[in-house]
């Protein structure tokens, strides 16, 4: 069976969970309406289902290989690629001044969530395509906006990042790829990049890489990086195509998962180049790359959960075996049988909790443009920063579960690689380690994020409390409104403990970041399913003809409070131990 778009829940979580009627025809966004959102849903949800999906499978077989130092791609491709940038997709959320929509951040990553799920191994060249643009929109001259975006945007040219060296990876203070100066104005790269993803492919007229890389005089450390633009063919002043660069694919990487995803090692001698930026400014610009990257792969753990969902929940119906303890039925679907029906029930929750959380983290991004008041603005950049770590990482540590569950729920027939269940679990397993690892994201969290004065938490904490303050909230979902306090006490409570200790025990802090973190997702996923459990119980009160769907809203955010909120206490408890430990624990190989 092949994945089906989720619309239904999708629409569910933007218009009752987040909420969009703030960006209808708002300054920032003044010919968006709800009538064009439900239309590119519609179309995204199109090509989802009948362009991507049909070749996820094809992709994972045939893969990616290297000729000399081509890169010939899974069949199909090719033709999704064409069809991609022919249906506007690139330019959704771009700038209009040089040829995007304009659309809000949060309906972009609405339809990359559809073509995550669909085929995540096609879904990564736009998505590091887009990074490109967000790069270039903030950090680029108006001469390189000129030039480079309306063909990134377009899906004529396409982008990559190339950041990662074999002896530097999350350490971007080891980087050696080395960049001169050209009496031009211009530079040149020397150097190797390892792991990066679509590199090289005949899927574009030209492929511009923005590089990391470190000038003769830079100072040494993060501080002495600068980013550069080096395309696959020189680029004339008129946008002409030139000669072949000196950058070429060297190598493809055998990798666990996501097959049709050309995973390149390029190599760069002399390549002709153009900074981005200041010299020694890269990492301003790599990080506006990196948030941007680390929100989409956030997203990619809601479509990698909501596929693997979809297709457990397939399996379960179709299968019989035995007789249900709950419906009294012999050779019954498996479904009816009760460690299969929770196993889905969390799979389902675990999956709308990283959908709300993401979108969440999307709307704080939009917030930002559509308020001309400085101090709401910070606001919710404050909130936008916090959220992007727990959004990528909270998200895809969610998607391993889900995948891993939908392999269970399928039984020996799940570790057989032709039911498909596997792939997911496969694809998956890279989102919680690219783009900066888990604990990089948790690091992040209670480092920057967190700050010195824990403003962001608690503001996020004031939000929360505000919601429980409804009336009628405390009248249908007390119990859930008791748990959702413990949980808030606790986060409350390991945010001011973690502030305290980043003076006393250094060591405490960076060791608790991870459960920290895990803490923060559970507590902000059950406060946004409760608000569609309450949006979902009005809902039916009111007679809506979906009452049965509508209920699931409901038992699914009882499912999650039940199951992930209530280990809050455990988590402050873990966090207020200490990890001094640590440093007396051999881990050693015996």
């Known amino acids: 069976m092949s994945y089906r778009p989720n619309l239904k829940d999708l629409r569910f979580c933007l218009d009752h969970v987040i909420g969009m009627d703030d960006q209808y025809q708002s300054r920032a966004f003044p010919d968006f309406d709800a009538d064009l959102r439900d239309a590119i849903l519609d179309a995204a949800g199109q090509l989802a289902g009948d362009v991507l999906a049909p070749l996820n499978r094809v992709g994972d077989l045939h893969g990616a290989r290297l000729e000399e130092d081509r890169v010939v791609i899974a069949p199909g491709f ?107 104005g211009s530079y040149r790269i020397t150097g190797q990049k390892i792991f990066i993803t679509w590199g090289e492919h005949d899927g574009a007229d030209n492929i511009l890489h923005l590089v990391l890389a470190r000038l003769p005089d830079a100072p040494k450390g993060t501080r002495g990086i600068s980013l550069f633009l080096c395309p696959k063919f020189k680029v004339s002043a008129d946008g002409a195509l030139g000669e072949r660069n000196g950058v070429h694919c060297v190598g493809l990487e055998h990798k666990m998962g996501i097959h049709a995803s050309p995973t390149c090692v390029m190599a760069y001698e002399d390549a002709h180049a153009e900074l981005v930026g200041v010299e020694n400014g890269g990492l301003a610009a790599m990080f506006t790359m990196m948030n941007a990257a680390r929100l989409a792969v956030g997203f990619e753990g809601v479509g990698l959960a909501d596929a693997a969902l979809q297709k457990a929940q397939t399996y379960a119906q179709e299968r019989r075996q035995g007789r249900s303890v709950i419906t009294g039925e012999d050779y019954a679907p498996i479904k009816d049988h ?77 570790f057989i690689e032709e039911t498909g269940a596997a792939q997911y679990y496969r694809d998956a397993r890279i989102a919680p380690i690219y783009e900066g690892t888990n604990g990089i994201q948790a690091g992040d969290l209670v480092g920057r994020k967190l700050g010195s004065d824990g403003l962001a938490a608690r503001e996020l ?67 946004l399913l409760l608000k569609g459990a309450l949006k979902a119980g009005a809902m039916i009160e009111t007679g809506d003809a979906d009452g049965a769907w509508l209920k699931q809203r409901i038992a699914i955010m009882r499912l999650f409070f039940a199951h992930t909120l209530s280990h809050a206490s455990a988590h402050l408890a873990a966090i207020r131990s200490g990890y001094g430990v640590l440093g007396e624990l051999d881990v050693n190989p015996a």
């Open 78 to 184: 090719l033709d999704a690629i064409k069809t991609y940038a022919d249906g506007g997709w690139y330019g959704l959320a771009a700038e209009p001044e040089h040829g995007g929509q304009g659309m809000p951040k949060m309906l972009e990553q609405a339809c990359f969530s559809l073509f995550h799920a669909a085929n995540m191994a096609f879904t990564l060249l736009p998505t590091l395509s887009q990074a490109a643009i967000d790069a270039l929109q903030v950090h680029g001259t108006q001469a390189q906006q000129a030039l480079y975006l309306p063909k990134l945007i377009s899906g004529e040219w396409l982008g990559t990042m190339n950041l990662t060296e074999p002896g530097a990876g999350s350490d971007l203070a080891a980087l050696k790829t080395r960049a001169e100066r050209n009496p031009d």
């Open 338 to 414: 009760p460690d299969v029906r929770l196993m889905l029930g969390l799979m389902q929750a675990k999956t709308e909790a990283a959908r709300a959380i993401c979108m969440a983290t999307a709307a704080a991004t939009d917030a930002v443009r559509l308020t001309a008041d400085e101090a709401v603005r910070q606001r919710h950049k404050r909130r936008e920063d916090f959220l992007v770590p727990i959004a990528k990482a909270w998200s895809t540590d969610r998607a391993v579960e889900v995948a891993s569950m939908g392999v269970q729920v399928h039984g020996g027939m799940g």
């Open 461 to 527: 904490a004031s939000d929360i409390s505000d919601f429980m303050q409804n009336k009628a909230l405390q009248a249908a979902f007390q119990t859930e409104l008791t748990q959702l306090q413990t949980a808030l006490d606790a986060f409350t409570a390991a945010s001011e403990h973690l502030l305290k200790q980043k003076a006393e025990a250094p060591l405490d802090v960076a060791a608790a970041a991870t459960t920290y973190l895990t803490l923060a997702g559970d507590l902000v996923g059950g406060w």
